[in-house]
């Protein structure tokens, strides 16, 4: 079935470091490609997210490229703030039942030190 | 907009007893309600999917007789644990989707069985 793999933390960096985390996928069909956050006592929320091959998705100064030929789909952000600690989650999504449905990543725990 | 909540957000029960979860949304209809659970430092598995007014859907490898799922509403689904055991303590996560397919999350709901 469809999966995601994504680089295991804990993950911590010193404000205004460069993050990457890596995650692909495996899927038989063409998914929509996600990232949630997870705040500390708070649900997930849709940070990004990409539907086809080279979409980009950006929000709040991260970014992910939906890269179909390595499947792969890396969050990556330019400058960290302390406000950014919190769990990362990709994800994929495949429809069935009427439903779309999705698939998640264990899950990156990153904490920013200032 | 979109808010998902989840009640209670910490339950602690006795092996053998049943626990009610509640989850709604508060400011749109929700066609569809996800319950998943994540154990730690695991991915968020999905336990079942259920549209208002039918029965749910289960994945393979969840019980659907100690996992009562129930979407009596557009705006609240509740699952239940019957008969608890400790290997059931998990955190419980529900999400729900309205016309569009993105899925709003809860904050989720600790259970611990004793």
């Known amino acids: 079935g469809d999966s995601v793999t994504q680089m295991e933390g804990p993950v911590t960096l010193s404000e205004e470091a460069f993050l990457t985390i890596n995650c692909t996928y495996t899927?038989?069909?063409?998914?929509?490609l996600f990232w949630y956050v997870q705040y500390p006592g708070e649900g997930l929320q849709l940070l990004l997210k990409?539907?086809?091959?080279?979409d980009k998705g950006s929000n709040k100064g991260f970014e992910a490229t939906y890269r179909k030929e390595t499947t792969s789909f890396h969050l990556e952000k330019g400058s960290v703030q302390v406000s950014d600690s919190a769990v990362y989650f990709c994800?994929?999504?495949?429809?069935?039942?009427?439903?779309?449905?999705?698939?998640f990543g264990k899950g990156t725990k990153l904490t920013v030190n200032p | 907009g979109a808010v998902v909540s989840q009640h209670p957000s910490r339950v602690i029960c006795k092996s053998g007893t049943s626990v009610k979860i509640e989850c709604r949304s508060l400011?749109?209809?929700?066609?569809?309600m996800f319950w998943y659970r994540q154990f730690p430092k695991q991915s968020l598995m999905l336990m079942a999917t259920?549209?208002?007014?039918?029965?749910?859907?289960?994945e393979q490898g969840v019980e659907k007789d100690k996992f009562l799922i129930n979407h009596a509403s557009l705006t609240l689904s509740t699952l239940t644990v019957t008969s608890a055991h400790p290997e059931d303590s998990s955190f419980y996560i529900c999400?729900?989707?309205?016309?569009?397919?993105?899925?709003?999350f809860g904050p989720g709901t600790r259970l611990t069985v004793t």
């Open positions: 400011d749109f209809q929700a066609t569809t």
């Open positions: 999400s729900a989707s309205g016309q569009g397919y993105e899925q709003y």
């Open positions: 990409a539907t086809k091959a080279d």
């Open positions: 899927a038989t069909g063409y998914p929509s």
């Open positions: 259920s549209n208002e007014g039918s029965k749910a859907t289960y």
């Open positions: 994800a994929l999504s495949f429809t069935e039942g009427g439903s779309e449905k999705l698939v």
